[in-house]
């Protein structure tokens, strides 16, 4: 045979066998690859950020019934007459009576007018910690610097933020935060470090970042195992406040 022939002959036997493939795909049923089950939860969504209808209000402006300090006593921060609430320095931080796992978390926050003489860590901190460990820095950094794996949106000297997406000092700031818990075997080792995700205004700050062990000011972080654990929010010494509270637990 030439073998221009059989170069022809090859081309279209391999077209047949291409429209031959083409048309068994199409005779398979589409609805092969629909899933029903499970049905997907009906949620009914808030309005301004406010606590979606299955998620659990850990803060809504009226009490602190949600919340202990330290001694296990009612928090003592100041409840103010706009639903919201502030630190109230040399009273400690505050916890929430329930304890969490994995979770999808809405909290916001408001730094205090600016105190002159104050800057860097000194201005306007408190913190997100979440399972009582992991902290989220809150701080105001406008116009003001500070090493950047602490400053607003860190996960603190863990984790620098992709972007600074504070509003101006005085105004309303919110955290929404994904956060997936450590795994642990029997020894205690952590056999899957935790992640976590974070939105400041909307603005994607932290992307699933692996969280490398309880936040410490000193060293490295090293894990211990643990369960559940609550919010926990800092008394760094200024008039950070927070409002609008609210928890979706993902296990
Ligand atoms: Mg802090």
Same mark, same amino acid.
């Given at each position: 045979?030439?073998?221009?022939? %059989? ?5 279209? *036997?391999?077209?047949? %066998? ?11 049923d ?9 049905k ?11 606590? #979606?209808?299955d !998620? ?7 009490? /602190?019934?949600?919340?202990?300090? &330290?001694?296990? !006593? ?8 706009? &639903?919201?609430? $502030?630190?109230?320095?040399?009273t400690? =931080?505050?916890?929430?009576?329930? $304890? ?28 997100? /910690? ?19 794996? +602490?400053? %607003? +949106? ?16 005085? !105004? ?15 020894? =205690? ?5 935790? $992640?976590?995700?974070? *939105?400041h ?12 062990? #309880? ?9 211990? !195992?643990? +369960?559940?654990?609550?919010? /926990?929010?800092?008394?760094h010494?200024? *008039? ?12």
């Amino acid at each position: 045979m030439n073998k221009l022939f %059989v170069s022809v002959l090859a081309l279209g *036997l391999s077209f047949m %066998v291409c429209k031959g493939q083409e048309k068994k795909e199409q005779l398979i049923d589409p609805k092969l690859t629909e899933v029903w089950e499970p049905k997907v939860p009906k949620v009914t969504p808030g309005k301004d950020h406010t606590a #979606p209808s299955d !998620a659990i209000v850990l803060f809504d402006g009226s009490n /602190f019934d949600n919340w202990i300090n &330290g001694k296990g !006593a009612t928090a003592e921060w100041t409840l103010n007459a706009d &639903g919201s609430m $502030t630190v109230k320095p040399k009273t400690g =931080g505050i916890r929430t009576k329930q $304890t969490f796992g994995s979770m999808q978390l809405h909290i916001e926050w408001r730094s205090p007018e600016k105190v002159e003489g104050k800057s860097g860590q000194g201005l306007g901190n408190s913190g997100v /910690f979440i399972q009582g460990r992991y902290e989220i820095q809150v701080l105001d950094n406008n116009d003001n610097e500070t090493y950047s794996n +602490g400053q %607003v +949106g860190s996960v603190y000297k863990q984790s620098i933020p992709l972007a600074m997406a504070s509003v101006p000092t005085g !105004a309303w700031n919110s955290y929404d935060i994904i956060y997936h818990q450590p795994e642990f075997d029997e020894q =205690g080792k952590v056999t899957k470090k935790a $992640t976590i995700t974070v *939105l400041h205004n909307g603005v994607l700050i932290q992307d699933h970042f692996e969280i490398q062990g #309880p936040t410490v000011y000193r060293g490295e972080p090293s894990y211990k !195992a643990h +369960g559940k654990g609550p919010i /926990f929010l800092q008394d760094h010494g200024d *008039l950070v406040s927070y409002r609008n509270i609210w928890i979706r637990e993902l296990n």
